[in-house]
């Protein structure tokens, strides 16, 4: 690192200042992508088989209620279809119909324009740019979690240590 944590501060920030008025600008039309129907689509098109509704609900962190009425828009819409298990008919699962797997395709091809427009505008050397910083970020992130479970299993390791110890004393 090229400083210290603390000389970072006022840096850190603005780039909060800077994802925040990101985050006002792309708005409702991003959160309704990702926590309406198309979240539900996309999660659906992304699984290799049929997710329940609560696992749903985990994925696009929703609520039970608002799930149900995604649901059954999506339903009435014939993109979804649910399922009853045979074994336990209060388990619920769902499925994308070949309309819902249509709708999922427009949508991405719809949103792979809209970024291309808006990137088009950026250039391509300030693209290159914004995808050089956000790989080093994701490497950043990526190795901050590896050393935090590392940490995280040598606490655990040790404190079991110290309960085998304690056990022993007894």
Known sequence: MEGKPEDFRALAQEVLEEFGALGRRMGSRMQNARRGEHGVIH????????????????????SSARVANVLRSLEEKGLVTREHSQADRRRVTVSLTEAGR???????????????????????KDTQEMLRILRRVNQ???GNRVARQAADKQDQERKGGQLYENHQAL
Request: glycine letters at 4%.
């Open 140 to 142: 950043t992130i990526d």
């Open 43 to 62: 999660a659906l098109a992304c699984s290799a088989s049929p997710l329940t509704p609560s696992e749903l609900a985990t994925l696009g962190h929703l």
């Open 102 to 124: 249509a709708e999922d395709k427009r949508h991405k091809r719809e949103f792979e324009e809209l970024a291309s427009d808006f990137l088009a505008q950026l250039g391509e």
